[in-house]
C-alpha cells in the first residue's frame, strides 16, 4: 500500500513565501511523475506543477516565476516552493504520483490528502 503525505500549508500573508512537502511511502519499486494540483472554493482542481523522474518540470502560467516545483529521489519527496504569494492562490493543495509498486506491475496514481494554504493579510 502506498500513502503520499504533505505538510507545509498555513496561512501566510500576500507577498509572502510557503514552501510545501510531500513523501511517498509503503510499497514503492519507482515514482515517474510527480505533481502539484489545487483547488479553490467552487473551482475545479487544476494542475499547478509537475516534475518528470528526469527533472523536467511544467507550470500553469499564473505560478510561473513564484512557485518552483523540485524531487528528492532518495526520499521519495516531492517540494512546492511557492514564493511571492497572492489571495488567488488560496486553495487546497494536492500532491500527486505515478507510482510502480513492483518491476511487473504498471503505475498507479495516487493522491496526497491536501493541505490547506490561506494567502490573506
Known amino acids: 500500500q502506498v500513502q503520499l503525505v504533505e505538510s507545509g500549508g498555513g496561512l501566510v500573508q500576500p507577498g509572502g513565501s510557503r514552501r510545501l512537502s510531500c513523501s511517498a511511502s509503503g510499497a514503492i519499486f519507482s515514482i515517474d511523475s510527480m505533481a502539484w494540483y489545487r483547488q479553490a472554493p467552487g473551482q475545479q482542481r487544476e494542475l499547478v506543477a509537475a516534475i518528470s523522474s528526469g527533472g523536467g518540470t511544467n507550470y500553469i502560467d499564473s505560478v510561473k516565476g513564484r512557485f518552483t516545483v523540485s524531487r528528492d529521489n532518495a526520499k521519495n519527496t516531492v517540494y512546492l516552493q511557492m514564493n511571492s504569494l497572492k489571495p488567488e492562490d488560496t486553495a487546497v493543495y494536492y500532491c500527486?504520483?505515478?507510482?510502480?509498486?513492483?518491476?511487473?506491475?504498471?503505475?498507479?496514481?495516487?493522491w496526497g490528502q491536501g493541505t490547506q494554504v490561506t494567502v490573506s493579510s
Open positions: 500527486y504520483a505515478n507510482i510502480q509498486s513492483r518491476s511487473s506491475l504498471p503505475t498507479m496514481a495516487y
